[in-house]
């Protein structure tokens, strides 16, 4: 912001070494930022990804003889899925003092609901159950409620990156055995194009929540990096799938994933962890771990940096700050297609505790 006073003279927090930002101010440009990407994203998905679960579909051309396994884990996809409600109302509620976030819940929640309803389609017009067993069994889905997995804000926002991940490489083989394209001697010849395009669909829009959660947790990764790169180990160190713990069959769908080639350990290892990281600027769980280890080793000194300093080596902070730095190009590029610029535009400001190599221009 152009007009921005400096940190110090913005709110009496005496505890904030002269030049370095207050949490306060950091919180500010955090949700600037959660703002105007929640702003881009809503006309982004409007436009592009406006699609209905009973009329973008040929539903009555899904096949009628699905491999029993497949209509399994559809039905597990479902399951996931209808739990759309208490995922909102929880986020939504953990996260309401914040406009860009909470209103982006709602959006997300609308998003997810459709999913929901697209799988339900899926295992009713594949004949294969029966409407009473549907309701019967989303009866006793309902019956549980789904709960946050972490207390705090920045673990649920970073368990999210990784799930949205998951859920996405989950639906992108799914989509791959529709095609045909299976590597699976099973789905040799096996091919259902509605199951396809309904597998694709969703997954595009998982891609899209991939990435608004990932551009979160790159800002507060910049603002805040020892906080977010603990919650990054405490949530990798733990990860299920949300609602596993609901969903009454969940053994049999599991399995029955793992042995169609959707998804396994290997696959969070490889495509869900190893992703992210890399998205993250985090070399792998291990430079993680050490580097975690490293940065409690170094003793704070009241008024010294050490242990701020230890953190930016966990990390490739050059490549966050050239992340954080393009959302924010995006976001201004959109504020100037609306004229938001002209009244109050998102800016944005570089994080002074991130060390600067020699002859570095502070905003070069
Ligand atoms: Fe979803
Ligand atoms: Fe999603």
Do not use: C
């Amino acid at each position: 912001m152009a007009d921005v006073l400096p940190p110090n003279m913005l709110n009496e927090r005496p505890r904030t070494p002269a030049g370095l930002l207050s949490n306060a101010e950091k919180d500010r440009l955090i949700e600037r930022g959660f703002l105007g990407l929640y702003r881009w994203y809503t006309a982004r998905s409007q436009e592009t990804r406006n699609w209905n679960p009973d009329r973008s579909f040929e539903w009555l051309k899904l096949r009628q003889d699905l491999p029993p396994e497949i209509v399994t884990v559809i039905q597990g996809f479902f399951a996931v899925e209808q739990y759309a409600p208490d995922f909102t109302s929880s986020l939504v509620n953990l996260v309401r003092r914040s406009h860009g976030r909470s209103h982006f819940q709602l959006r997300w929640g609308s998003e997810e609901e459709k999913h929901a309803d697209a799988w339900e389609n899926a295992v009713l017009f594949s004949g294969q159950r029966s409407p009473e067993w549907i309701e019967e069994y989303k009866e006793r889905l309902r019956s549980q409620t789904w709960e946050l997995p972490f207390p705090d804000a920045i673990h649920n926002i970073v368990y999210t990156v990784f799930q949205e991940r998951a859920t996405q490489l989950n639906y992108l083989n799914m989509m791959k055995i529709a095609q045909g394209r299976s590597e699976k001697p099973q789905y040799a010849g096996f091919s259902d194009p509605v199951l396809a395009k309904v597998a694709q669909t969703i997954a595009v829009d998982e891609a899209a929540h991939y990435n608004f959660f990932l551009e979160g947790v790159r800002m507060y990764l910049y603002y805040y990096p020892e906080r977010t790169l603990d919650a990054i180990k405490n949530v990798i160190g733990g990860f299920s799938m949300p609602a596993s713990g609901l969903v009454p069959d969940w053994q049999d769908f599991a399995e029955t994933v793992y042995r169609a080639g959707i998804y396994g350990p290997r696959d969070f290892q490889r495509d869900v962890m190893q992703v992210a990281f890399r998205n993250l600027g985090i070399e792998s769980r291990k430079a993680l771990e050490e580097g975690i280890k490293k940065t409690r080793e170094v003793p704070d000194f009241e008024g010294e940096n050490h242990k701020t300093t230890a953190i930016f080596d966990t990390f490739d902070y050059g490549q966050i700050e050239g992340d954080v730095r393009r959302l924010h190009v995006k976001i201004q590029d959109y504020e100037k297609e609306i004229g938001f610029d002209r009244f109050d535009p998102t800016e944005f400001v570089e994080n002074p505790e991130v060390p600067r190599k020699e002859g570095q221009a502070a905003d070069d």
